[in-house]
């Protein structure tokens, strides 16, 4: 099993563009979340979906949209970047509402 | 809305001595209360986790104590190893019976040999 992947795992964008981070678990995990992580802030989250078809927003979801068509991916996509968005973004899943998450290894995201 | 509170954000100790890590969090419905170790650069991991109805759970050099009455939560790692230096976290779920997470800030462990 290749657990949770994220790509790309660095990106740069000017202020404006759009972009789409892909996750994607092979773990049949029902559960998956976005989180970002910022110099003391620890880890934030934006969105997360508890099965195909159900998302729902977290602590900072503005700027943020996500959709969830399959069990397997959870795309996060930035519709106008801006540099408040510059942060390392983690992917993470989990097997059941009160198990153990499982995250990705990161995408750095700079927004100049 | 919901937070944790996490101290110290920093901690050195010699190799050997005992650290501890104290969390607080403020949703009186949280029921899940998860550690997680990032090594610099890596993705958190997690290290050892509690539910509500345990008041302490305990795994090789590592415990994790819940007091709910209070809403604190702490770690306690013993017998500190160079590779225990990292960044721990804290979280406490958002709700009952639920993996949407509140995390803390963070504190960088520093184990000098």
């Known amino acids: 099993n290749a657990g949770v992947t994220q790509t790309p795992k660095f990106q740069v964008l000017k202020t404006g563009q759009s972009m789409t981070l892909q996750c994607a678990q092979d773990?049949?995990?029902?559960?998956m979340s976005w989180y970002r992580q910022d110099p003391g802030m620890g880890l934030r989250l934006i969105h997360y979906?508890?099965?195909?078809?159900?998302?729902d927003q977290g602590e900072v979801p503005n700027g943020y949209n996500v959709s969830r068509s399959t069990t397997e991916d959870f795309p996060l996509r930035l519709l106008s970047a801006a540099p408040s968005q510059t942060s390392v973004y983690f992917c993470?899943?989990?097997?059941?509402?009160?198990?153990?998450?499982?995250f990705g290894e990161g995408s750095r995201l700079t927004v100049l | 809305g919901e937070n944790v509170e996490q101290h110290p954000s920093t901690l050195s100790v010699q190799e050997g001595d005992s650290a501890v890590i104290k969390c607080t969090y403020s949703?009186?419905?949280?029921?899940?209360f998860p550690w997680y170790k990032q090594e610099l650069g890596k993705r958190p991991q997690l290290i050892i986790d509690?539910?509500?109805?345990?008041g302490e759970k305990k795994d090789q050099r590592i415990a994790v104590t819940l007091n709910k009455t209070a809403k604190h939560f702490s770690l306690h790692i013993t017998e500190t190893q160079p590779e225990d230096s990292a960044v721990y976290f804290c979280?406490?779920?958002?709700?009952?019976?639920?993996?949407?997470?509140?995390f803390g800030t963070g504190t960088l462990l520093a184990v000098q040999p």
């Open positions: 993470a899943s989990s097997f059941s509402r009160t198990g153990e998450l499982f």
């Open positions: 773990m049949n995990h029902e559960y």
């Open positions: 979906s508890v099965g195909a078809g159900i998302t």
């Open positions: 949703d009186s419905a949280s029921n899940y």
């Open positions: 509690i539910r509500s109805n345990v």
């Open positions: 979280a406490a779920s958002i709700g009952g019976a639920t993996n949407k997470l509140i």
